[in-house]
């Protein structure tokens, strides 16, 4: 193990632009999952600041909890994403010999917003953890080893592309085939295409968190019944994410406005509370102000909606989305992954 020092590590959060839904099991050990999102400049973040006390410490500005663990006391954290994620590392990199830390977190949007925000998170508290043991991951080995603390160590429902998203960074085209392979496409998009897609983004957080499981949960159901509606639904998602990809490619953002409001009716017909009055509300005020397309970011439910517009309409999107009550912003690409440095 490499001597201690203090450790930060960041990973981006990202937005789906299409396919989302696809990287549920069972449908994409079955038919095959495909995804596009990008990352933008909202991070969440985990410092690493040894001890000489032999306590582990977890806390959790932005939400408000710290936690004390005595040596040898049972990691009982209200913080399950920090006790998950230093369990699992400290057993399959450090022989189960607990390291003493205080771990700190905060990350730019709200649990629940839709944006990825948890399993970013895990993946910066795996990237610092990686970076202080040794630990021989690769960015693949990264998003795969998240992907289990969530969903199999936690038992938190939900898909793939978030974990790999937040590895990975950027602009990324992502398959999500049987066995649990993943392959990851990264776009070359110009630079022309990204400032005109970043000068069309608005993104717009609706007040409301929300419990994504509940949506994943009924679609899952849905996919293991066979539900003819769901079903069709995830193939639609599915072959979305396909003409995103060449319409982003290309530059036409009227074509991917198109079709991410063909996306957000087939999203919607996967699970009861993927809309809701809220976002419905948003979304018809969004378009009656000059937006192109809109949809929920994530599960649904709640969160943070995207618009698509054209650039010289956006200023007055934002306005009138905020004086509606929302909180509405621009946000920029990114274009890195998880990161992480020692100071």
Known sequence: MNKVQKIRARAPLRLGLAGGGTDLSPFCDEFGGAVLNVTIDRYAFASFLPRNDGRVVFEADDIGISEVFEPGAPLHSELILHRGVYERMIRDFNGGERLPLTIKTTVDAPAGSGLGSSSALVIALIDGLRSILGAPLGDYGLAHLAYEVERVDLGLSGGRQ??????????????????ERVIVNPLRVSDAIVNELESSLVICFSGRSRQ??????????????????????????????????????????DAMAGILNESWKAKKATAQGVSTSVLDSMFDLAMSEGALAGKVSGAGGGGFMFFLVHPENRYRLIQSLNSAGGQASTVKLTHRGSETWRF
């Not at 679609?219 to 995103?244: E, I």
Request: hydrophobic residues 45%; proline residues 0%.
């Open 212 to 253: 994504s499981a509940a949506i994943i949960d009924q679609q899952t159901s849905g996919l293991r019944s066979a539900d003819a509606t769901t079903m069709t639904a995830m193939h639609k998602l599915k072959s979305d994410a396909a003409d995103m990809k060449r319409a982003l490619l290309i530059g036409d953002i």
């Open 162 to 179: 978030d974990q790999y998203a937040a590895a990975f960074g950027g602009i990324n085209f992502i398959e999500f085939l049987r066995d």
